[in-house]
């Protein structure tokens, strides 16, 4: 009983301060305007000025206290409170070039609003036995990952581009991951992939797509790259013979019919894959359920996971087998993304 009563995260101060700058100062007007959604407000009547506001910035038009009451209109100007609660808003600020620790602020409480909608979605979903238990799982993942998202949008000037490229550059965290294969690195922008992108390993049946990917696994377990390998075409152990083919020369047929000699059998057992940075997922998975083990995995790796390799897409399990398997995959692709 006690959790219905509690009021959802907010700051009214903080949503003061944000309108109150964008009144008040011209940088401050377009910098609200730029960065700021009308539902991040706890208050409706912030959300109706600030809509004002944002018109007003995008018109150019002049913004003060008289020309911000014209704009309202009688009828909305009521509706908040009347010209008190404007001024109200221009009192309340103690300083104007602020505004972007008040918006962090704002959005912040808003956010934390989010989780708590999606939260209490997923309990519902929880107790919701008609829906299949998978989807449920992946629907949840998805909701939170939507509500996470939200965090790191943002406009950003040609400076302010440039200034994070160059902090890219610059950050020996975010390198490129080395594929292995020199002149693949080299036509690769930036030496190999960069972290965040999505590579879509494409071709025709039959070649050497699924051998690449394990070549490039390989070259990253013997490197100590911390990787994350989902395959719904072939089991561990499959896999496992494929590494062993390339690194003892023992034939793949032979591997597979186990029809080997001694010297063989104690060149396999001579190899040493118990400090590979590699885990093998066998199986059909949809993609909110192999990001949450990626998840756990990046944190067991202590952040250091550098890729996930799934082999292949469209014999992952889809989150809505109700629409065609085209819009399925590209779903995926998105998900992937």
Same mark, same amino acid.
């Given at each position: ?30 910098? @609200? *305007? ?23 910035? #995008? ?22 409170? #009347? ?54 799982? @992946?629907? *949840?993942?998805? *909701? ?25 550059? $610059? ?10 294969? $020199? ?19 494409? #071709? ?53 019919? @186990? ?64 629409? @065609? ?13």
């Amino acid at each position: 009983m006690a959790d219905t009563l509690k009021v959802p995260p907010h700051s009214i101060d903080a949503e003061v301060c944000v309108l109150g700058s964008m009144i008040l100062n011209r940088d401050s007007l377009q910098t @609200g *305007a730029a960065d700021v959604s009308p539902q991040w407000f706890y208050r409706p009547v912030h959300a109706m000025i600030f809509e004002q506001l944002r018109t007003m910035a #995008g018109r150019d038009e002049p913004v003060d206290l008289v020309t911000l009451k014209n704009a309202l209109g009688a009828i909305r100007l009521e509706q908040i409170g #009347g010209v008190e609660y404007l001024v109200g808003l221009i009192e309340g600020v103690p300083n104007t070039s602020s505004i972007e620790h008040y918006i962090a602020i704002v959005k912040d409480h808003w956010t934390r609003r989010e989780l708590i909608l999606v939260g209490e979605q997923i309990r519902a979903s929880g107790y919701n036995s008609d829906q299949d238990v998978t989807e449920a799982v @992946g629907d *949840a993942y998805a *909701a939170v990952q939507a509500a996470g998202d939200q965090q790191h949008r943002r406009q950003s000037t040609a400076q302010e581009a440039k200034e994070k490229m160059l902090a890219r550059i $610059n950050s020996e965290t975010d390198a490129a991951l080395p594929t292995g294969y $020199n002149e693949l690195d080299q036509f690769l922008s930036g030496g190999g992939f960069r972290p965040g992108q999505l590579i879509i390993l494409a #071709g025709g049946t039959s070649k050497g797509k699924s051998l690449l990917a394990q070549e490039i696994s390989r070259f990253w377990c013997q490197s100590d790259y911390p990787h994350y390998y989902v395959s719904g075409e072939m089991n561990e152990v499959e896999i496992m013979e494929r590494h062993t083919t390339a690194l003892t020369g023992i034939h793949g047929y032979r591997l597979a019919k @186990g029809k080997l000699h001694q010297p063989e059998v104690d060149k396999i057992k001579a190899m040493d894959v118990s400090q590979w940075p590699l885990v093998i997922e066998d199986g059909v998975l949809t993609i909110a359920e192999i990001a949450a083990n990626a998840k756990r995995l990046n944190s067991q790796w202590n952040g250091r996971l550098k890729c996930v390799i799934i082999d292949y897409l469209s014999l992952m399990k889809p989150r809505d087998r109700r629409v @065609g398997r085209t819009d399925q995959i590209e779903s995926m692709i998105w998900e992937c993304k």
